[in-house]
């Protein structure tokens, strides 16, 4: 009943941009934290980005000053705005929707790759 569902992924030449989509449906989403995270082969899933309900952000280091979370409440979406993407991003990159009330809920994406490569 819960769906989390990213798309906008795909291959890009180092330094091109992409702009990833979340949307979120079954939920309260404006109740929701929303976070993107990645998994490159062989390596843990990492966050890159997240979004509290409130609108704070926070990012990976790797990641700062070139990727940007943003989030529609109307539209029940989260975005990843890429920029000057490196190979080293290369990953599948995943949505997760989050709420803390006396404990944590987590609902996941499928994900969706991106490659960045010459």
């Known amino acids: 009943q819960v769906k989390v569902v990213e798309s906008g992924g795909g291959s890009v030449q180092p330094g091109g941009s992409l702009r990833l989509s979340c949307a979120a449906s079954g939920i309260a989403f404006s109740s929701y934290g929303m976070g993107w995270y990645r998994q490159a082969p062989g390596k843990q899933r990492e966050l890159v980005a997240g979004?509290?309900?409130?609108?704070?952000?926070n990012y990976a280091d790797s990641v700062k000053g070139r990727f940007t979370i943003s989030r529609d409440n109307a539209r029940n979406t989260v975005y990843l705005q890429m920029n000057s993407l490196k190979p080293e991003d290369t990953a599948v990159y995943y949505c997760?929707?989050?709420?803390?009330?006396?404990?944590?809920?987590?609902?996941w994406g499928q994900g969706t790759q991106v490659t960045v490569s010459s």
């Open positions: 979004i509290t309900s409130g609108g704070s952000t």
């Open positions: 997760n929707a989050y709420r803390i009330v006396t404990i944590r809920y987590d609902y």
